[in-house]
């Protein structure tokens, strides 16, 4: 299975735009890399999901280089209720279920 | 349902008794997974349903866990004599046909062992 490594923890400010970089060496090549969001008390949800170079949806930006060994997560002018735990997971695009998540991101967002 | 419903949203059991967490997908998805969360920690894989089979059971933690899941909708995770070890919140997710389509997760159930 693949395994990400993600930073443990990031601090940001209101209105700056956070990148959070997960690495997958072990990446195969029918892998999707997917990004989750977890508040507390809550179950994970789903923010964005690439195979190669970049994607964009209304709340974030995915940016995967070619090797595909890395991904970053960006998230424009975050605000407060961005604080939450961020997971980088890579799936089987046969979606073979056996998905695996890495210990996450905690990300703190101060005013 | 609109989401992904779990049952109870919190259990406190004594050791050794039995517990039964249920999960209720969204209806329609043919895949439904089961994640563990202890406090502070990731999400531990244990259990993925395509239909009512369970191709890899190799994430559960031990033989007292068991899950099963009928008619392709409704499944159910078991722990046989519960041990304070197995605290942690129970997560279900489920997802729809075709390649990596987004899981949509429950709230979990909240198991405590006393």
């Known amino acids: 299975l693949a395994k990400t490594t993600q930073p443990i923890s990031m601090d940001s400010y209101e209105g700056q735009e956070v990148n959070i970089t997960c690495s997958h060496n072990?990446?195969?090549?029918?892998?999707?890399i997917t990004w989750y969001q977890q508040f507390p008390s809550q179950g994970p949800r789903f923010i964005i999901q690439?195979?190669?170079t970049k994607v964009t949806n209304e709340v974030a930006s995915l940016f995967i280089p070619a090797d595909r060994k890395s991904s970053t997560l960006s998230l424009p002018r975050v605000s407060l209720s961005d604080t939450a735990v961020y997971y980088c997971l890579v799936e089987f695009s046969t979606n073979a279920g056996k998905s695996t998540f890495g210990d996450g991101t905690t990300l703190t967002v101060k005013p | 349902g609109a989401g992904v419903s779990q049952s109870p949203s919190n259990k406190v059991t004594e050791k050794g008794k039995d517990v039964e967490l249920r999960c209720d997908p969204i209806?329609?998805?043919?895949?439904l997974y089961w994640y563990r969360q202890s406090l502070g920690q990731g999400l531990e894989f244990l259990i993925y349903f395509q239909g009512n089979s369970a191709p890899d059971k190799s994430g559960l933690p031990s033989d007292r866990f068991s899950a099963e899941r009928t008619g392709g909708s409704v499944s159910t995770l078991t722990i046989q004599r519960t041990q304070q070890e197995d605290s942690a919140v129970y997560l279900c997710?489920?997802?729809?046909?075709?390649?990596?389509?987004?899981?949509?997760f429950g709230q979990g159930t909240r198991l405590t062992v006393v």
């Open positions: 690439g195979y190669k």
């Open positions: 997710a489920s997802s729809g046909r075709g390649q990596n389509t987004e899981a949509f």
């Open positions: 209806s329609g998805h043919t895949a």
């Open positions: 072990n990446i195969a090549t029918n892998d999707y």
